[in-house]
């Protein structure tokens, strides 16, 4: 018997080593410890725990870094404001109480964790998220854990992790740049969930706010729309009585994800690309000047595309012009009309970044109107929205303050309501709260003058149903337009739409319904009354080219129908003021995805096949299948338009052209268009035809698959542009 054992015992052990070996790889136990120059793995073998030095400093850190990226990128740091000086004595040891202890050459403690609860049996496992976790042995869960380094982030934000405040405990969770490359210390820049009135993000700088997120709308947070939904991560936002947070999860675990915050005052989201061996930032917080915080100041608005790019709210002027006409624009704007309480409305803003949340109050359960009534009955109430844009919207959101940080975004965001005088609500919006007095002088008042109101009634009556006629009468012929098109006889099935109507849908042509200008003028954003949304192209009265522009436009596409071709609905002719009103495509064109490192991320091999296809088969009704053959003259990247559906259409038709019968090629001495897309025999020549087109599409299909300009392409080895690039590498001239 002792025999068999003698020979049982040395295998048993040799196991007992080999399952110790396996398993001691992402752990260490009381009895283990980590050295400088020792490191331990996460089992899927992504992250590495260990010392390190950052940049040319001679100090040492623990921390956590990717085990299978070539470029060493730190994600924690343990001890960022006491290193271990200048050598590589550091010892990690996991005490009986389930406590991390760093400690120097002299054996003084250099950094520390904390536990939650006293420890039975404590293990700290570097986990595959990249998570160091102080647990009990066997207990693998997280809520459970005695201490966990996601709960104390450095300036990294990795995938699982929360950026937010545990309400039970009041411990925030944030992360701050490092000093220098050198110094992971604590540098000047936070990125902070804020936990007061309705949760959003800030960036902060020594304390100030730079930038902010907006808040939560259901999808994304709503300031930041380069968040919104995409097939590589999803976001989350959790807000309860526990705990509020943001976290995001990777949907693919091929390619590791961080979120940093730079030395700089930058949040950047990056990705690994493996082919180049280097980070690609997926995108940014502080996009343009219009991210910085409250550049416009109290009730200002921010426009990008505007010059200067700070207005004021519509209802309000600038509370010191001086200022402002040294666009100095700090100081803000102030109400044209101070508000009345009993005889206020509502002035509906779309499209807007909502203003700062800090000290706003919200409810879940409310609709938009109880969340308008809440608002009206109480006299501090300065505005009000939806909380959650999903399923037609939910809840309520208020402000009681100025209006801090509003921006134009392009996305569809929640509308925001602001509280206005009734004298500057032109549409008789404002609530209409008599006293007994007001009602019996109405009385009198309607008593005196009951005949002329009668009259005026009727006529206003007669001139409402005229209006009414003439605005859903279709068009069959537009006086200056078709006089030589030679298909003025045939009915050019256009709505007439007045300018009262573009007027009331474009909030008087505000500038912040602008999407975009061109010689014609400029292009307005509007929603009619059925909630049908248009983008209006309304012709500037000093411009020459865009009077030919917007005849030549009539003339060609109003007999044009295909679904990848944009849909022109109507056209407004009264005075002076001429226009044409087009469906509305949210996605504005497609150059504003392929030229952006960022955005065209979002547009993977199958869209941009689809765009291609798409356009082509635009192309294809324009030269062969319509009616009238057109050629379009001015195919690029911002001419193809998108829908909510990535679905291209082909727009501007200010230059087009119409092709009789057989006719194959024209001359012109004026050479339009864009340089780059045009074809060599327009450029040098004036010759134009189907070719032309077919040649800036082939430009086109180029940009598409490689992300880049024609005329911006760079190539060290030689001057070509893109074409000559292709053309170029294709006949072997690089090799």
């Not at 040891?93 to 400690?103: A, F």
């Not at 960036?203 to 995409?230: A, Y």
């Not at 509906?348 to 009955?377: D, G, H, I, Y």
Request: aromatic share 10%; proline share 4%; charged share 20%.
């Amino acid at each position: 018997m002792r025999t068999t054992m003698d020979r049982i015992a040395p295998i048993f052990l040799f196991l007992l080593l080999i399952i110790d070996t396996s398993t001691a790889i992402d752990t260490i136990n009381t009895t283990q410890s980590i050295r400088d120059g020792d490191t331990i793995l996460s089992a899927n073998g992504a992250y590495e725990l260990g010392f390190f030095s950052p940049g040319n400093s001679a100090n040492r850190y623990l921390g956590i870094w990717y085990a299978k990226i070539s470029v060493m990128t730190v994600v924690w740091v343990a001890n960022r404001e006491t290193p271990v000086l200048n050598d590589s004595s550091g010892v990690l040891r996991l005490t009986n109480q389930g406590i991390l202890v760093l400690s120097n050459r002299n054996g003084s403690i250099v950094w520390s964790s904390q536990s939650s609860r006293p420890a039975t049996n404590p293990t700290a496992q570097l986990l595959d998220s990249g998570n160091l976790v102080v647990k009990e042995e066997g207990d693998d869960n997280l809520e459970s854990s005695l201490w966990q380094s996601f709960e104390h982030p450095a300036d990294t934000l990795l995938p699982e992790m929360k950026l937010g405040r545990n309400r039970i405990t009041g411990m925030d969770s944030y992360i701050t740049s490092w000093k220098s490359p050198d110094d992971p210390s604590r540098g000047n820049v936070s990125e902070i969930l804020v936990p007061y009135g309705y949760p959003e993000i800030i960036v902060v700088e020594n304390s100030i706010v730079k930038h902010r997120s907006g808040p939560w709308n259901g999808l994304r947070f709503s300031g930041m729309p380069q968040s919104k939904p995409n097939p590589k991560y999803s976001v989350e936002f959790v807000f309860n009585e526990k705990e509020i947070f943001y976290r995001y999860h990777v949907l693919s675990n091929s390619m590791p994800w961080r979120v940093t915050v730079t030395q700089g005052g930058d949040v950047q989201r990056f990705t690994w690309i493996e082919q180049t061996r280097s980070w690609l930032l997926y995108l940014t917080l502080n996009t343009d000047n219009c991210e910085r915080y409250a550049l416009c100041g109290a009730n200002g608005i921010c426009s990008i595309n505007s010059s200067p790019m700070c207005g004021c709210l519509n209802g309000f002027v600038p509370k010191v012009q001086s200022e402002w006409e040294l666009m100095d624009w700090s100081s803000g704007c102030v109400r044209r009309t101070p508000l009345n309480c009993s005889g206020d409305g509502f002035q509906k803003v779309s499209a807007v970044k909502l203003p700062q949340t800090k000290t706003s109050w919200f409810n879940r359960s409310m609709n938009l109107e109880e969340c308008k009534n809440t608002c009206l009955n109480n006299c501090s109430c300065t505005a009000y929205s939806n909380l959650d844009i999903r399923d037609g919207g939910s809840g309520c959101l208020l402000w009681f303050d100025d209006l801090l940080d509003v921006r134009i975004l392009v996305e569809n965001e929640p509308d925001i309501y602001i509280r206005m005088a009734a004298s500057e609500l032109d549409n008789g919006y404002g609530a209409k709260i008599e006293t007994k007095a007001n009602e019996k002088k109405r009385i009198i008042l309607s008593v005196v003058l009951s005949t002329g109101i009668l009259f005026l009634g009727l006529a206003l009556v007669f001139y409402v149903w005229k209006r009414h006629q003439m605005k859903n009468r279709k068009m069959t012929g537009v006086s200056g337009i078709s006089s030589n098109n030679n298909h003025k006889n045939k009915d050019l099935e256009l709505l007439l739409f007045t300018i009262d109507t573009l007027a009331s849908a474009t909030n008087n042509f505000s500038l912040n319904n602008i999407l975009g200008e061109g010689g014609f003028g400029h292009v307005y954003k509007g929603t009619l009354k059925d909630g049908l949304e248009i983008a209006v192209k309304r012709l500037s009265k000093s411009s020459r080219q865009g009077l030919d522009e917007f005849k030549n436009e009539v003339r060609h596409i109003v007999n044009l129908q295909h679904r990848n071709l944009v849909k022109l609905l109507g056209c407004c002719i009264e005075g002076e003021e001429k226009m044409l009103i087009y469906e509305f495509l949210p996605n504005k064109s497609l150059d504003f995805f392929i030229f952006d490192d960022t955005r065209s991320m979002l547009l993977d091999w199958p869209k941009r096949y689809n765009i291609i296809n798409g356009i082509a088969r635009g192309l294809l009704y324009l030269h062969q299948d319509s009616r009238l053959r057109v050629i379009h003259r001015d195919l690029k990247a911002s001419n193809i338009l998108l829908d909510y559906n990535m679905h291209p259409k082909i727009s501007d038709f200010g230059l087009a052209r119409g092709v009789e019968g057989n006719e194959t090629e024209s001359k012109t001495r004026k050479v339009v268009g864009t340089y780059g897309y045009i074809s060599p025999e327009y450029a040098f020549h004036g010759l134009y035809s189907l070719k032309s087109d077919v040649f800036s599409f082939g430009v086109l299909v180029l940009e598409i698959v490689s992300g880049n300009r024609n005329r911006g392409f760079y190539h060290p080895d030689h001057q070509l542009n893109l074409l000559g690039h292709a053309i170029g590498t294709d006949c072997g001239i690089d090799d």
